[in-house]
């Protein structure tokens, strides 16, 4: 039995049964196989070379699996840490699991009514996947402290780098998701491989994953290259061994370029969300701008033709691609992508029935994708870049009016070059902002003082009233803006700081700070920030400001 008594002398305090499943694992055929060609080297030496036998060990069923998970589990409960690496290195070592000889789930249905709230259950590869990243996170803490970070990452490497997986990795990574904020926006990746970068940062071994990233027989794996990619993403963020800037620049662009080219030959759904992933982050990093365009692209278009039906994931990969081609100029590259997400696949491509109502646009998507969210972040981003006729030709016609009234004073300010776009009627209110728009430098069109507070305008007011029951007035009426929030007021009050958003501005960060006296006399901006706080004698301001590369700062 292989180290039977070995094992005997380590875990006394384990009972009868437990000691039953341990001679139960280290009896799978997997583990007697290993002892065969050990046995067989050893008694190989007066042997020729030429006649020495090779032996194939099979990965484990995914039973065996689950039985060296319950193994390790016990064996940590117990302190026996050694013993709990050691069940999932020689479980996972020799490839990921795929072989079961269980029947597959079923549903039992009691009547000819099915509810189709209740998801299928997991087939047994994705189960014991999803069991095989739960197991390890919560074990990597105990490991740690019990063994060191080096010994983990000697464990991990095995999982990651299988004997019988060696021109690939296994990844075992948790399948992507967007933001509940967001829905096209990515969450954090997790899995085995993104552990194993972490635990590489705590032990100083970024170079020995490097090394075996880019080995010979990982030279056409596409996730080897993203993975080398992330690391080197690290490096330059300084949380792994400092690198001169120049060598992690060269070295990662040489990764994303090897991984886009090898991506020609198809990619599985867990390797593109991979590179989706990747791409965002080399946006975020400012690195290799113009790789990481072809990354997502490349990323976005795969995860695109996939499915039928196009799920929130693949809509924030090809809106993640738009915003990075945007970026480094490719317009149309950009707007082709956008176009995708105003189209209900469901319906031969074609963009769906579309009514305006409260000036924002109702799709009716029929048994499709709810479109309003994303035809709403398309017509921002074609918007907010003055590409009115893109907009015109890939919006839904009947909601085209309506993002325009929308995003107005966005184009007068941003793009006053842009043509309008052509409308049969507009609205009194329009054309009493469009004459009432002064080009006195400000980022407020359509400002005006002093007027009574019976006018019907739209827009926000700033009133200035009278206590002892004399007259109010209107000091400013501001008639693009959609909202004021965060007044600060002098202590004594002759001055006021305000915060103002337009209809396109939606993010705190959109927001600008405007200063106006209380006699209605001036009105000025110091441009974009939120959070306005004056001073007791109002010559001095203090507020919060966001840059895509400073971050939040105070000014």
Known sequence: MLHLSLISRRIPVIPVAALSAVAITLNSPWLVAQDS????????ASVPAAAVPVTVVTPPTIEQVHKALDLSEMA???????????????????????????APPTLKLSSARVDTSIPPPPLPAEHVRHRIRNHIAAMLPLWKQAVGANAVYDTLKSVVFPANLSRDVALYGQPAAVRTTDPLEFADITGVAETLISVAADSNNSEDLLAALWDDSKQHSVAARLLSARVLLLQSAGDLIPMPSDDVTQRLSASVTNAVQLSEHGLSRETAELMAVTARDLMESGLCREQSA????????????MDDRPGPVADAAVFTAAQICFSVGRTNESVSLLELLTKDRN????????????????????????????????????FARGLVPEAVR???????????????????????DVAPVPSAARSPSDRSSANHAKDSGLRLPGIRSGTDVGDDDAGV???????NGGPSRVLYRLTDVRRVTALSVSQDGRRLALEAAFPDERLPSDSSVFLCDADGSQLSTIGRACLPSLSADGHRLLCSRYSPHRGIWIA
């Open 37 to 44: 060609a050990a046995e067989a080297t050893n008694a190989a």
């Open 76 to 102: 940590a409960r117990r302190g026996l840490i050694p013993l709990s690496m050691e069940a999932v290195e020689k479980s996972l070592s020799f490839g990921p699991p795929l072989i079961t000889h269980s």
């Open 347 to 382: 319906s031969a491509g074609s963009t769906s029935n579309a009514s305006t109502s409260s000036g924002s646009a109702s799709l009716n998507a029929g048994k499709g994708r709810d479109l309003l969210p994303l035809t709403d972040r398309v017509a921002r981003e074609l």
């Open 294 to 305: 072809e990354l997502a692209t490349c990323a976005a278009h795969s995860l695109w033709a």
């Open 394 to 416: 890939i919006l839904p016609t009947e909601s085209v009016e309506s993002y325009r009234r929308q995003f107005q004073s966005a184009l007068r300010r941003d793009h006053p």
């Open 461 to 467: 007011r700033i009133c200035w009233c009278d206590l």
